[in-house]
């Protein structure tokens, strides 16, 4: 009789491991201040966003998304009040990286 041993795959594990290497979180955003996404908002965001690894897009509801990262793109946005804004993340921190920048747009509008 031949011998073999037979052990179970693990497959979940490499796969769980790659969706959440490619993981894209999406938001919705409604921009609800008087003076809309203005350069205070806007820099606290960039720098927020440079802080991880995921490429952050941020663009109007139907149309182009621009680098996250950039200021001269996000100041091109122009959105003002009433605008509904999509901020996606993709990559390794991805969830960490929506729920920052989610408490940047909060925390700047709380004090304006």
Do not use: C
Not at 34 to 48: D, K, T, W, Y
Not at 78 to 102: F, K, N, R, Y
Request: glycine letters at 8%.
């Amino acid at each position: 009789m031949i011998g073999f041993r037979s052990e179970p795959l693990n497959l979940h594990k490499d796969t769980r491991r790659e969706a959440f290497m490619s993981t894209t979180q999406r938001r919705m955003y409604l921009v609800n201040n008087p003076n809309g996404l203005h350069m205070r908002p806007l820099q606290a965001f960039v720098e927020q966003a440079s802080r991880f690894e995921s490429n952050v897009q941020v663009g109007r509801k139907d149309g182009e998304l621009l680098n996250g990262k950039s200021m001269i793109h996000l100041l091109g946005l122009g959105a003002d009040q009433g605008t509904e804004i999509v901020i996606e993340v993709s990559g390794p921190d991805a969830v960490l990286a929506i729920e920052a920048l989610w408490e940047v747009l909060q925390k700047i509008y709380e004090e304006d």
